[in-house]
């Protein structure tokens, strides 16, 4: 684990002696979210060599990114022989919510950003406002007015958008999940399915969404709380 700060350690066992690929193929690890990519390189098939010191640091991409591990023809042809996609990291802290400083959101302050729509979510801040960061971090006032609407952004990407399973503890949301039981405890997350659902079924989603944004605005101490450990990993 790295100390608070740093860039994390990643730190990555490869066992590809069971599939059939030629000893000198080459061996790549990427990490990736949107468009932005950092590659380390493996050596071969034949001889793993995994990346140290500083080399081996998440510096190009969040922590929120994904990972794929490519195999390559040991030749000029760059034939890509194997590769295994969308590859989520354990960390040792997770948080729901990453804060990253961008300068790319124009005149917005913040928004979250769902990546390729697969990816846990960011929340995007605007770099050119001074101290924007020690803000988001620490402002009662801005916790106060954004965090009820991250939340009803988050479940309408998970429920509406990416029809994603409630009961899924172990997955990407379940998290957020939680948060939504914690405050409507009484109240099931609605299950949508791609192409199978109503537009009543899809009313009624976003009615309990509503309906947990505002349980979540009613208790400000509890939702407090709640921010601080979806930004921090607590």
Avoid at 76 to 95: E, M
Avoid at 100 to 120: A, H, I, K, M
Wanted: charged share 25%; hydrophobic share 40%.
């Amino acid at each position: 684990m790295a100390p608070e700060g740093e860039a994390p350690v990643v730190d990555v066992t490869l066992e590809l002696s069971s599939y059939d690929f030629p000893k000198n193929a080459l061996v790549r690890v990427e990490a990736w979210r949107s468009n932005s990519v950092q590659r380390w390189e493996y050596g071969t098939v034949g001889a793993i060599e995994s990346p140290i010191g500083e080399a081996s640091k998440l510096t190009d991409v969040p922590t929120s990114a994904q990972f794929r591990v490519l195999v390559v023809a040991g030749d000029d042809s760059g034939l890509l022989l194997g590769h295994a996609p969308s590859i989520r990291p354990v960390l040792p802290r997770r948080s729901l919510l990453p804060v990253r400083e961008t300068n790319e959101l124009g005149d917005e302050v913040w928004r979250v950003d769902f990546g390729d729509g697969l990816d846990s979510p960011e929340l995007l801040v605007n770099s050119s406002v001074v101290g924007i960061s020690e803000i988001v971090r620490s402002d009662a006032t801005f916790r106060s007015l954004v965090m009820p609407e991250i939340l009803r952004k988050v479940l309408h990407h998970i429920v509406v958008v990416g029809c994603h399973d409630p009961h899924d503890d172990e997955g990407p949301w379940g998290g957020w999940f939680a948060i939504a039981r914690t405050h409507l405890p009484n109240e099931d997350p609605p299950t949508l399915r791609f192409d199978e659902t109503s537009e009543e079924e899809i009313s009624s989603a976003i009615q309990w969404i509503d309906r947990v944004v505002a349980a979540f605005a009613d208790s400000p101490l509890d939702a407090v709380d709640v921010y601080n450990a979806t930004i921090s990993g607590r």
